[in-house]
């Protein structure tokens, strides 16, 4: 059974290849890609070695692929300038028990979410997989999406039990990433940065869109594979804004955010949040969620077929219901729960109301 949950990524300019040298060219040459696995300890570092061995990571479509060692990775010779993720620096500032402590990166790839969902029984629940440039990202109903350097682009495995609460997992996700920023900001001294939440999965900053979320699951051994999918505009100020860029332009701190300190922080934002989501349920993040989301007394349009014909009414947002679509009250004051129409890009166009 296959379990999608619509959402979008961010749309970005066309790419440039990394300027990498002779030795790393030959790695990432057309119609193959190059995946270094990395752990945070022996254990995840014994994985590592043993994937390789086995040489069992696939991709779709019959992509090539090469394996290598974070230890290997020495062979690629870098300029002083480079900016690739610094596998270092991310391991040193990751503090989890499960997630993130087994981590395959790519200079440049397709997907992350391929790379993931692809190969889910052969890699360790909570292993992530992160991209420097991603050229056919995956984003809601099959649109495809080009993700340049300076984006954070990240996917990870979730395994889950209860199928009721999988689709709520995008919102526990949406609010670990706002929460891990704030993190980050804190800890470096930077000043406070509001990325707020748009349902279902986009994330927002001074009104312009600047990440985006996506889960899919599938179900085995009855239990749910859920792979999860960010991108986050960090340090690339196209097509719309990013991190950096609100923060040059209210601080004039040189020491800004990386983004391997971000899906560190994320990942022990997230871990924390996941446990209290499966014990508790979202009831537990609820009222932290509505002060991070823009829709709590939002007006919106829904449309109701009444004999054939499509009637437009206005309702006002409460929250979320507990399958998490929206909770919206009418000028009637009957409660009702709002879907989207399935059709239309933007999903506050064409609502659709069901009583509750």
């Known amino acids: 059974m296959q379990v999608a949950n619509l959402s979008r990524f961010i749309s970005l300019r066309p790419l440039r290849r990394l300027s990498f040298s002779v030795a790393a060219a030959a790695m990432d040459g057309d119609g193959s890609c190059s995946l270094v696995l990395c752990g945070k300890s022996s254990v995840e570092n014994d994985t590592a070695?043993?994937?390789?061995?086995?040489?069992?990571?696939?991709?779709?479509?019959?992509?090539?692929?090469?394996?290598?060692?974070?230890?290997?990775?020495?062979?690629?010779?870098?300029?002083?300038?480079?900016?690739?993720?610094?596998?270092?620096?991310?391991?040193?500032?990751?503090?989890?028990?499960?997630?993130?402590?087994?981590?395959i990166w790519s200079p440049r790839l397709s997907s992350t979410h391929d790379v993931v969902s692809h190969n889910f029984s052969e890699l360790p629940v909570g292993s992530v997989c992160v991209s420097d440039i991603q050229f056919k990202g995956r984003g809601r109903t099959k649109n495809v999406w080009e993700s340049p350097k300076g984006c954070l682009m990240y996917s990870f495995t979730v395994e889950m039990e209860d199928g009721r609460i999988v689709p709520l997992i995008q919102y526990v996700v949406s609010l670990a990433v706002t929460e891990a920023v704030k993190d980050v900001c804190d800890k470096k001294?930077?000043?406070?940065?509001?990325?707020?939440?748009?349902?279902?999965?986009?994330?927002?900053?001074?009104?312009?869109?600047?990440?985006?979320?996506?889960?899919?699951?599938?179900?085995?051994?009855?239990?749910?594979?859920?792979?999860?999918?960010?991108?986050?505009?960090?340090?690339?100020d196209q097509p719309t804004t990013c991190l950096n860029a609100v923060l040059k332009d209210i601080s004039p701190a040189p020491n800004l955010l990386k983004r391997e300190e971000i899906i560190a922080a994320f990942f022990h934002k997230f871990e924390k949040f996941f446990d209290l989501f499966i014990d508790q349920g979202f009831k537990s993040l609820e009222e932290l969620y509505y002060r991070t989301w823009l829709h709590s007394g939002q007006r919106v349009i829904v449309e109701d077929k009444i004999e054939d014909q499509v009637v437009q009414n206005v309702v006002t947002i409460q929250g979320l219901?507990?399958?998490?679509?929206?909770?919206?009250?009418?000028?009637?004051?009957?409660?009702?729960?709002?879907?989207?129409?399935?059709?239309?890009?933007?999903?506050?166009?064409?609502?659709?109301?069901?009583?509750?």
Not at 321 to 344: F, K, R, V, W
Request: aromatic fraction near 12%; include cysteine; glycine fraction near 8%.
């Open 49 to 103: 070695k043993r994937l390789k061995n086995e040489n069992v990571i696939k991709l779709p479509d019959d992509t090539k692929v090469s394996l290598f060692l974070a230890s290997e990775t020495k062979n690629l010779v870098r300029g002083d300038n480079d900016d690739s993720f610094n596998l270092s620096v991310f391991m040193n500032s990751l503090s989890t028990a499960r997630f993130g402590r087994f981590l």
């Open 189 to 236: 001294g930077l000043p406070y940065i509001d990325v707020k939440i748009k349902w279902p999965n986009d994330l927002y900053l001074n009104n312009l869109k600047i990440g985006g979320i996506l889960c899919t699951s599938t179900y085995r051994s009855s239990k749910f594979h859920v792979s999860v999918g960010v991108g986050l505009n960090v340090d690339n």
């Open 321 to 356: 219901t507990s399958s998490g679509y929206l909770l919206a009250i009418g000028d009637d004051y009957q409660m009702y729960e709002l879907h989207p129409d399935g059709n239309s890009f933007d999903f506050f166009k064409g609502l659709v109301r069901r009583k509750i």
